[in-house]
């Protein structure tokens, strides 16, 4: 558990004095806090991973070709719209799929990829942030 040594100083500056009650008083406030913005001890993960999982110019750029195409692509149809080798194109695939923005399905030799709707959300929250229309 954290020290609330820090926390009792800043207390004790804004109020001139700090007792054991401040500090368990202001920790409810904070955790009250942590509740509306939904920051869990860990359970963010998942969101997390999404949001790294775009982090990189080629994973953020197969998110949106696979966005934008009517349906599933595969991996050869990708790899000649990316500068970068068919190994990288295949790792970045791999994270995108672990962080659950695509589903890949195999057809004998051939992997096939597609956002799920959790990509499209993510994407469309970030166009909306930028204000790009549909």
Do not use: F
């Amino acid at each position: 558990m954290a020290t609330t040594d820090r926390l009792e100083r800043l207390i004790a500056d804004e109020v001139g004095e700090c007792c054991a009650a401040d500090v368990d008083d202001r920790l409810d406030d904070l955790h009250a806090l942590a509740e509306r913005a939904r920051v869990a001890d860990g359970g963010e993960a998942a969101e997390l991973d999404a949001l790294s999982a775009l982090g990189s110019d080629t994973r953020y750029r197969l998110a949106r070709l696979l966005a934008a195409a009517d349906g599933e692509l595969c991996v050869c149809e990708l790899e000649p719209l990316v500068e970068v080798s068919s190994s990288a194109v295949s790792h970045a695939l791999s994270t995108l799929t672990d962080a659950g923005l695509l589903v890949r399905r195999k057809e004998g030799k051939w992997r096939y990829y597609d956002t799920t709707e959790r990509a499209e959300a993510l994407l469309d929250a970030l166009d909306a942030t930028r204000g790009v229309d549909e």
